[in-house]
Antibody, heavy 121, light 110 residues
C-alpha cells in the first residue's frame, strides 16, 4: 500500500523559507506513470494546489505562487520536496503531499495526512 | 476566491438525497473532467469521484457525479451520518495550466 508522509518545521518566521519533504513508501517515486504534488489548506479555507513534479524533474506550479515556489525530487531517497520563500502569515496552512493517478492532469489518489506550517515570529 | 464555485454548506437528514454543485468556466470544467474529494477533519482528502462520474474502488454507489457544460454535481443518496464532511470539486484549467479547486461544501447530516 502506497504511503506518503510530510515532514518539516511546523513554525517558520515571516520572510523566511518554508521547507517540507514528502517521503514515499510502498512504491517508487521513479515510476514512469505518476506525477507527485503539493496541496495546501489555510485554516478555515479550501484546498489550493501548489505544484507538481515528475521523477525526471519536470514541474508545474500554481501561477499565483510560481515566483516563490520550488519543488524538487530525490529519487535516491524516494522523496520530493517543497520550498516556499518569503513567507507571510497568509502562507499558514496544512500542507499535503499527494500522488497523481497518472500524468499531471490526472487527479490525486493517494495523500499524506498533512502537516501544519504556521508562519509567525 | 476559488476558481470553481461551490455552495459553502449543504444539509440533509439520514436517508435523504443531497446534491452539491460546482460551477466553473470554459477553461476548466468546460473542457476537462471533474473530480470530487471527501475531506473529514484531521484526515487526508479522499478521491470520491474522478472523470466526472467514475467511482474509485471501495466508494459506495450512493455517491455519483455528473457534468454538463461548465458545471458539475455530486449526488449522495441514502445519506448517512458518516457522510458528514467537506466536499471539494477540482478540475484542470487549461488557461492557468494547473489544478483549480472549489471552495468546498460542508455537508451536515441533521
Amino acid at each position: 500500500q502506497l504511503q506518503l508522509q510530510e515532514s518539516g518545521p511546523g513554525l517558520v518566521k515571516p520572510s523566511e523559507t518554508l521547507s517540507l519533504t514528502c517521503s514515499v513508501s510502498g512504491g517508487s517515486i521513479s515510476s514512469s506513470s505518476y506525477y507527485w504534488g503539493w496541496i495546501r489548506q489555510p485554516p478555515g479555507k479550501g484546498l489550493e494546489w501548489i505544484g507538481s513534479i515528475y521523477y525526471s524533474g519536470s514541474t508545474y506550479y500554481n501561477p499565483s505562487l510560481m515566483s516563490r515556489v520550488t519543488i524538487s525530487v530525490d529519487t535516491s531517497k524516494n522523496q520530493f520536496s517543497l520550498k516556499l520563500n518569503s513567507v507571510t502569515a497568509a502562507d499558514t496552512a496544512v500542507h499535503y503531499c499527494a500522488r497523481h493517478v497518472g500524468g499531471v492532469t490526472y487527479p490525486f489518489d493517494y495523500w499524506g495526512l498533512g502537516t501544519l506550517v504556521t508562519v509567525s515570529s | 476566491q476559488s476558481v470553481l464555485t461551490q455552495p459553502p454548506s449543504a444539509s440533509g437528514t439520514p436517508g435523504q438525497r443531497v446534491t452539491i454543485s460546482c460551477s466553473g468556466s470554459s477553461s476548466n470544467i468546460g473542457i476537462n473532467t471533474v473530480n470530487w474529494y471527501q475531506h473529514l477533519p484531521r484526515t487526508a482528502p479522499k478521491l470520491l469521484i474522478y472523470s466526472n462520474d467514475q467511482r474509485p474502488s471501495g466508494v459506495p454507489d450512493r455517491f455519483s457525479g455528473s457534468k454538463s457544460g461548465t458545471s458539475a454535481s455530486l449526488a449522495i443518496s441514502g445519506l448517512q451520518s458518516e457522510d458528514e464532511a467537506d466536499y471539494y470539486c477540482a478540475s484542470w484549467d487549461d488557461s492557468l495550466i494547473g489544478w483549480v479547486f472549489g471552495g468546498g461544501t460542508k455537508l451536515t447530516v441533521l
